[in-house]
């Protein structure tokens, strides 16, 4: 089925919504808000730069999450949903570009992946995380997902790509299995790693750990995106657990999402 749109309004005072849009104009202006991010804030090389936009094939088998600030309409909060059935019809997950994921992909259950996730350098903070999060997690609800995967990224510092210290500051229970650890496709070539790490864990990836996922292998080099990619692997009933405890207010929910 196709996913309806949901609102979800966690924080009154900022007046954010969040929910699936199949807007074209809302689309691009979401479009945008990634060129903005991933281009102008964090020096990616995008094929559709001409255009100030950041698109790619996969947009238009996706599902579009959005947070909007109700007060000016404006996007503050992105993130881009790949179900299975849309994998299907695509022919792949995303993921599937940068890394071997048979093993993961073997396991029973539904998958659900999330990429392009990104917040207005305005509004940065734990609001629109939230609100992001409590979107994501009705709409896995929804769709009876029972894993989210995705890329979690990370620039380099100065000296370039931490890739093992990155790798030793990430705690034992975020460490997925040996059976499920994944191949990158394209390694973080040796002349670009350093051993000090200068740049840390970014923001979004601290709220991934913290919500307890697991990073399954080495990283994948984007060198489009300048960035190195871990492969992130959560259990969508361990995702549920945590955020409803935590922020869940089921009386602030609107419309259901369906998949």
């Known amino acids: 089925m196709k996913p309806l749109d949901t609102q979800i309004a966690v924080n009154a005072k900022r ?58 309409d404006s996007i503050v909060g992105y993130t881009r ?82 890739v093992d210290a990155i790798g030793r500051s990430i705690e034992p229970k975020n460490r997925g299995a040996e059976s499920l650890k994944v191949a990158p496709t394209k390694e973080v070539p040796m002349h670009l790693r350093c051993e000090r790490d200068e740049s840390g864990i970014p923001p979004l990836l601290k709220a991934y750990l913290r919500f307890g996922v697991q990073i399954c292998g080495q990283p994948y080099w984007d060198e489009d995106f300048n960035v190195m990619d871990l492969f992130i692997l959560l259990s969508l009933s361990q995702l549920e657990e945590r955020y409803t405890k935590h922020y869940f207010k089921p009386q602030t929910l609107g419309k259901d999402v369906h998949a």
């Open 81 to 162: 949903l790949l179900n299975q059935k849309q994998a299907q019809r695509l022919g792949r997950f995303y993921s599937q570009s940068e890394f071997n994921l048979d093993r993961v992909l073997a396991m029973p259950g539904r998958f659900l992946e999330i990429g392009r996730t990104c917040v207005d350098p305005k509004s940065r903070g734990s609001a629109v995380l939230t609100t992001l999060w409590s979107g994501l997690v009705k709409y896995a609800q929804a769709g009876r997902y029972d894993f989210l995967i995705g890329c979690a990224s990370i620039s380099p510092g100065p000296s370039g790509f931490a």
């Open 15 to 72: 007046r954010l919504d969040c929910y699936v849009t199949y807007d074209q104009i809302q689309i691009k202006a979401a479009q945008r808000l990634r060129f903005k991010v991933f281009a102008q804030e964090m020096g990616a090389h995008l094929k559709t730069e001409a255009e100030g936009l950041d698109y790619d094939e996969i947009d238009d088998y996706c599902d579009h999450l959005i947070v909007v600030d109700t007060v000016d």
